[in-house]
Nanobody
Framework: QVQLVESGGGLVPAGGSLRLSCAAS????????MGWFRQAPGKEREFVAA????????YYADSVKGRFTISRDNAKNTVLLQMNSLRPEDTSVYYC???????????????WGQGTQVTVSS
């Protein structure tokens, strides 16, 4: 079992940057694919990015490609999401998730964090 806690959200002006962090508990963390999702008010949750167990095969939603970077540090049980060139439409609650399967699949996630709010002002 894996428990996930996100941090790093906040208020940032358009064009700014934030780095989200997800701290995971459990010795099995290095065996999981890690993903980031987001959900804006009144909208469905959407996939943002994923990374495989070794830190390879990063996969991004088209809406964030070239602006966001996902990475992980298995020694520290953390996964990061560096978000640059933020836009007002990136405003959402961001969730960290853990699962097993290909990084290109969005239905593989078993464990979820509680989310962290990101607000981008125009």
């Amino acid at each position: 079992q894996v428990q996930l806690v996100e941090s790093g959200g906040g208020l940032v002006p358009a064009g700014g940057s934030l780095r989200l962090s997800c701290a995971a508990s459990g010795r099995a963390f290095p065996t999981y694919v890690m993903g980031w999702f987001r959900q804006a008010p009144g909208k469905e949750r959407e996939f943002v990015a994923a990374i495989n167990w070794s830190g390879g095969s990063p996969y991004y939603a088209d809406s964030v490609k070239g602006r966001f970077t996902i990475s992980r540090d298995n020694a520290k049980n953390t996964v990061l999401l560096q978000m640059n060139s933020l836009r007002p439409e990136d405003t959402s609650v961001y969730y960290c998730a853990a699962g097993r399967g290909p990084t290109t699949a969005t239905d593989i996630y078993t464990y979820w964090g509680q989310g962290t709010q990101v607000t981008v002002s125009s």
